[in-house]
């Protein structure tokens, strides 16, 4: 009688097992799509939201830790984007091949500053420096040395330097570039011009949802790369990947997200036929295994 309980209840774990085992063989791999996106592109495409025309660069797929990872990215340019820039005082640039120092007049309420040319001595000339002051040593007529200051001995070698006088508001050319003096301050020249800018805009990279199926009568772990979302002009998108090559954005962010849940929800079913069928395979064995034990008596 008690061997007779056993099978009768070996066999009803067993039933229950091999419907978890059915139910996983059969189940389909949980996925989402992206109905009716607003674009679909690939590398090299262009497509445009709001005022903004963006190019897409790349469309790759790569195997991370065993896991399909898919991302893309986009550049998009502003035509006339806002540089700036500061000169602090006694700081050089360079300007129409001629190196400039900056100068700013220790004084508050600054109005205006100067840009002096610089003149290198050539190499060899010696120089010594005395009471903090610069001088170029130089042969006199007599074969005596004499020691001319560097500012004099300059004039004389090169003339008068450049200078040019800024003034806030001021329009010159710089970096092949019409640039206006922004703000002059004790601490430095501000400059500012407009010019294109691109910026580069990664559309995100998946991240993998598991699901563990029975393929081919054994376990095989099934991975779907679940989408992110992206801020585009100013509005957040769902992107999707359909495949290694192209991208799929929706403004509808919410519908996506809830098949992106969805999914979530079927792998924790799937999770639990999983327990189920372990712990019916084992509540199985372990009762065929003391019923079958042999008894004392």
Known sequence: MQRRAVAVYSTFFLLVATGAFVALSTTPQPVATMEQPDRTVSTGDAFSFGDR??????????????????????????????????????????????????????ESNVAQATLREVRNLS???????????????TNGSSGNKTLVPEDEYKREQFGTPRTVRLSG?????????????????????EIEWTAPRTTSV???TTSALTT????????????????????????????HYPNNSSVELSSDVEAYQSQIDTVKHQNKRLAGFWGVFILSLLAATLLAMLGYLPSKG
């Open 202 to 204: 990664q559309l995100g």
């Open 212 to 239: 563990t199926l029975i393929r081919g009568g054994t376990p095989r772990e099934m991975h779907f790369p679940a989408g992110t979302t992206v801020t585009l002009d100013g509005e957040e998108y769902a992107v």
């Open 53 to 106: 025309r963006y190019n897409v660069t790349d469309v790759s797929a790569t195997i991370k830790d065993g896991k399909l990872v898919r991302s893309a990215s986009a550049r998009w340019t502003n035509e006339s984007a806002t540089y700036t820039e500061t000169w602090e005082n006694n700081s050089t640039v360079s300007r129409r091949n001629i190196t400039y120092r900056v100068l700013i007049p220790n």
């Open 169 to 189: 508001g001021e329009t010159l050319e710089y970096a092949n570039n019409s640039t206006t003096v922004a703000n002059i301050s004790e601490s430095g020249v």
């Open 123 to 137: 190499n060899g000339t010696k120089t010594v420096t005395r009471d903090n002051v610069t001088y170029v040593v």
